[in-house]
């Protein structure tokens, strides 16, 4: 099942499917290692959603939220 970064809930993993986006939020996700193929967990969630923090590659990073959303996600079998 397919769905979007910023919709994933504290604890869940997926694998990177696509990134949408043009320009530099697209670049910027490149940059930081979000790439088709990477897996990535949900770690936590701001009290207002905005931003949201991960683990990919072995490291935490915090996300944006208009960054989360340009991120599609093929969600992990639990």
Same mark, same amino acid.
């Given at each position: 099942? &397919? #769905?979007? @970064?910023?919709?994933? =809930? *504290?604890? &869940? #993993?997926?694998?990177?499917?696509? =990134?949408?986006?043009?320009?530099? =939020?697209?670049?910027? !996700? ?5 790439? *088709?193929?990477?897996? =990535?967990? @949900?770690?936590? !969630?701001?009290? @207002? ?10 490291? &935490? @990073?915090? !996300?944006? #939220? ?7 996600? &093929?969600?992990?079998?639990?």
């Amino acid at each position: 099942m &397919e #769905k979007r @970064l910023n919709e994933f =809930i *504290p604890g &869940e #993993k997926g694998v990177v499917k696509r =990134i949408l986006g043009e320009g530099k =939020i697209r670049r910027r !996700l490149f940059d930081m290692g979000v790439t *088709p193929g990477a897996d =990535i967990v @949900l770690r936590k !969630l701001a009290p @207002l959603g905005d931003p949201v923090e991960v683990n990919l590659r072995g490291y &935490e @990073l915090t !996300l944006r #939220k208009a960054e989360a959303e340009c991120v599609v996600m &093929e969600v992990a079998d639990a």
